[in-house]
T-cell receptor, first 116, second 113 residues
Framework: GAGVSQSPRYKVAKRGQDVALRCDPI?????LFWYQQALGQGPEFLTY????????KSGLPSDRFFAERPEGSVSTLKIQRTQQEDSAVYLC??????????????FGQGTRLTVV | AQKVTQAQTEISVVEKEDVTLDCVYE???????LFWYKQPPSGELVFLIR??????QNEISGRYSWNFQKSTSSFNFTITASQVVDSAVYFC??????????FGTGTRLQVFP
C-alpha cells in the first residue's frame, strides 16, 4: 500500500491476556520503528529495526514486550500478560533509513490498546 | 542527552489569527535533523517539514513557515491566517545519530471560527 498500515485499529484486552499488533511498512522502507503514546503525551520510542535486525530495543518497558520483523517487512509487537498501564496508542513508523537524503519517518494510524 | 521541549501545552486562537508554536531542543550531536508533525483527531502523525543541522535557511510553504536558529536551539513553526482545519496537536521531533525520533510533548492548537 501507499502508507504504513497498522492492525487492528482498536484492541480491548482483559488484564493478563496476550496481544499482537501488526505493522505493514511502506514498501522498500528499511527502517521500522515502534512508539508508544500515552494520552496527552508525545510518542515514546520502543524499538527499532533495520531490515530484520532489531538494532535498538532500549525503550521496551519490560520483558513482557517483544517485537519481531522476521523477513524485514511486516513487524509484530507482542505484549504478554497485559496490564492496565499498557493502555496506550501504539504507533508504527517506517523510513528509507539513515543513509538517505530522505530521513523522515512516516507513521501509521496506530493501534489503540485498552486493557480492562 | 537528547531532549525536545514544547513549552506551550495548548493554544487557542480565532480563525485568521497568526500563531507560532515553539520548540527548543538539546543535543550533543553536530549532525541532526529536526521535524514537525501534525496529529489530527484521527490519530495519524502527518509529516510536515524536516530541517538538517547544516541548513538554517527559513522556509515558507503556503501558510506555514519555520524558523530554525542554532544559536538558540530553536525550531519554531508559524501558521499564518489560521483555519479551523489547522486544529490538531503539533509535535516537534529530533532525530539523533541513532536514527530514532525524540518527540516533544506536543502543543494542542485549537482554532475557533
Amino acid at each position: 500500500g501507499a502508507g504504513v498500515s497498522q492492525s487492528p485499529r482498536y484492541k480491548v484486552a482483559k488484564r493478563g491476556q496476550d496481544v499482537a499488533l501488526r505493522c505493514d511498512p511502506i514498501s522498500g522502507h528499511v527502517s521500522l520503528f515502534w512508539y508508544q503514546q500515552a494520552l496527552g503525551q508525545g510518542p515514546e520510542f520502543l524499538t527499532y529495526f533495520q531490515n530484520e535486525a532489531q538494532l535498538d530495543k532500549s525503550g521496551l518497558p519490560s520483558d513482557r514486550f517483544f517485537a519481531e520483523r522476521p523477513e524485514g517487512s511486516v513487524s509484530t509487537l507482542k505484549i504478554q500478560r497485559t496490564q492496565q498501564e499498557d493502555s496506550a496508542v501504539y504507533l508504527c513508523a517506517s523510513s528509507l533509513g539513515r543513509a538517505t537524503t530522505i530521513p523522515e519517518a512516516f507513521f501509521g494510524q496506530g493501534t489503540r490498546l485498552t486493557v480492562v | 542527552a537528547q531532549k525536545v521541549t514544547q513549552a506551550q501545552t495548548e493554544i487557542s486562537v480565532v480563525e485568521k489569527e497568526d500563531v507560532t508554536l515553539d520548540c527548543v531542543y538539546e543535543t550533543r550531536d553536530t549532525t541532526y535533523y529536526l521535524f514537525w508533525y501534525k496529529q489530527p483527531p484521527s490519530g495519524e502523525l502527518v509529516f510536515l517539514i524536516r530541517r538538517n543541522s547544516f541548513d538554517e535557511q527559513n522556509e515558507i510553504s503556503g501558510r506555514y513557515s519555520w524558523n530554525f536558529q542554532k544559536s538558540t536551539s530553536s525550531f519554531n513553526f508559524t501558521i499564518t491566517a489560521s483555519q479551523v482545519v489547522d486544529s490538531a496537536v503539533y509535535f516537534c521531533a529530533l532525530r539523533d545519530n541513532t536514527d530514532k525520533l525524540i518527540f516533544g510533548t506536543g502543543t494542542r492548537l485549537q482554532v475557533f471560527p
